[in-house]
């Protein structure tokens, strides 16, 4: 189950698996490579034909404001009168174990297209050892909660953020169900399986400029503009709002976080989770994926 690099010059001679061997080649983890500067954009996991599908730019509907990014090297790629590198690092793979794979890979490569983090991020993703003796030293998280709660899951934070850093990434903007966000009574923050802050939400809004053009002050909290707000994701969600009184944030995040125990909510690539005081965390309907 070593790893197998395809250079583009082969590319065409190699059309596919044949569907025989899908079985035996089971799940599998690759990387697309622009063979222009050999620098990886694109790590995926796969069945079948999936990674000759990726590497030629093939897509159904449904993917394509997902893979925007990713199609867009292909096709530039494809300009240059050259084709898609791709190396296949594992098969034989369960798919949990090809999610595993994946999640690390992910990782370990900066500047990939890829839109999702990997799998279980939140939960075993990339940390100094320092932040797992912290991570599994923190108390644990309430539950059932008191309140109706939105998780959101942010993938990446600023060594040393800030409580207006860790704010400002919360706020906007996700795939969310816009009516069980309005139904809550507070959005807590969560990073690698850790509470990083509690907010109120006081409006939830399409991510547009017109929404998140300006500074906007909320009890005492800042709403920054949001300069990237182009309109491109407007199907997305964001909200205004402010700090989550003293009680409630010391409740879900005390001095230095609490600890989620959810599996099911840690290990999804879907951020957004719901918590309340009489049903179990729910994710998002896949419409709702951000």
Not at 37 to 54: A, I, S
Not at 131 to 152: A, Q, S, T, W
Request: proline content about 6%; hydrophobic content about 35%.
């Amino acid at each position: 189950m070593g790893h197998t690099l395809i250079k583009s010059e082969s590319n065409e001679a190699v059309g596919g698996f044949p569907p025989h061997m899908w079985g035996e080649i089971g799940f599998y983890v690759y990387r697309l490579v622009d063979p222009r500067d050999q620098q990886t954009f694109y790590v995926g996991k796969g069945y079948g034909n999936r990674v000759f599908q990726h590497a030629h730019g093939v897509a159904s509907d449904a993917e394509q404001s997902e893979l925007g990014q990713k199609l867009d090297r292909i096709r530039s790629i494809k300009a240059d009168g050259k084709y898609v590198d791709y190396i296949i690092h594992r098969h034989g793979l369960t798919e949990e174990e090809a999610f595993h794979v994946e999640a690390a890979l992910i990782d370990a490569y900066e500047g990939l297209t890829n839109l999702q983090s990997g799998h279980g991020i939140d939960q075993q993703g990339l940390m100094p050892v320092r932040d797992i003796v912290r991570l599994y030293g923190l108390p644990p998280f309430p539950f059932p909660p008191e309140h109706k709660l939105v998780l959101i899951k942010i993938p990446k934070l600023p060594r040393r953020a800030t409580e207006d850093e860790i704010f400002q990434l919360v706020r906007f903007c996700w795939r969310i169900n816009k009516a069980r966000a309005e139904a809550s009574d507070y959005v807590v923050a969560v990073h690698l399986g850790r509470t990083i802050g509690a907010f109120k939400a006081i409006q939830w809004s399409s991510a547009t400029s017109e929404n998140f053009r300006e500074d906007i002050m909320i009890n005492g909290t800042v709403n920054k503009g949001i300069p990237y707000a182009d309109g491109s994701e407007a199907h997305r969600y964001g909200f205004h709002g402010y700090r989550a009184p003293s009680e409630i944030w010391n409740l879900y995040v005390g001095e230095h976080g609490k600890r989620l125990e959810n599996a099911r909510f840690l290990k999804a690539q879907n951020p957004i989770g719901y918590l309340s005081p009489l049903a179990y965390p729910m994710l998002d309907r896949p419409a709702d994926k951000s």
